[in-house]
């Protein structure tokens, strides 16, 4: 099974539309999803910097700025 990882920061609003695009998707597909608010870590924040959020499958990278729904859906089926 596959599992999500939104990489974001607070006061993102970007970040909150992705993070509920995800969220919907995962749950209509029974996919776990989480998300890491890349300013608690400087190796994330250096690795993610301007480009959240990045949605991640399986720790690889899918894609960032926003979510591509049938892209991600297709990805987790």
């Known amino acids: 099974m596959s599992r999500v990882t939104v990489m974001t920061r607070q006061g993102c609003h970007a970040c909150e539309v992705a993070e509920a695009d995800v969220a919907r998707i995962c749950a ?4 776990t999803w989480s998300a890491v608010d890349v300013d608690g ?16 499958v399986d720790d690889a990278e899918h894609g960032y700025w926003r ?7 297709a990805a987790l089926t």
């Open 67 to 73: 979510v591509e729904e049938d892209r991600l859906r």
């Open 28 to 31: 209509d597909l029974g996919v």
């Open 41 to 56: 870590d400087p190796e994330l924040r250096g690795e993610y910097g301007d480009r959240v959020p990045v949605v991640l």
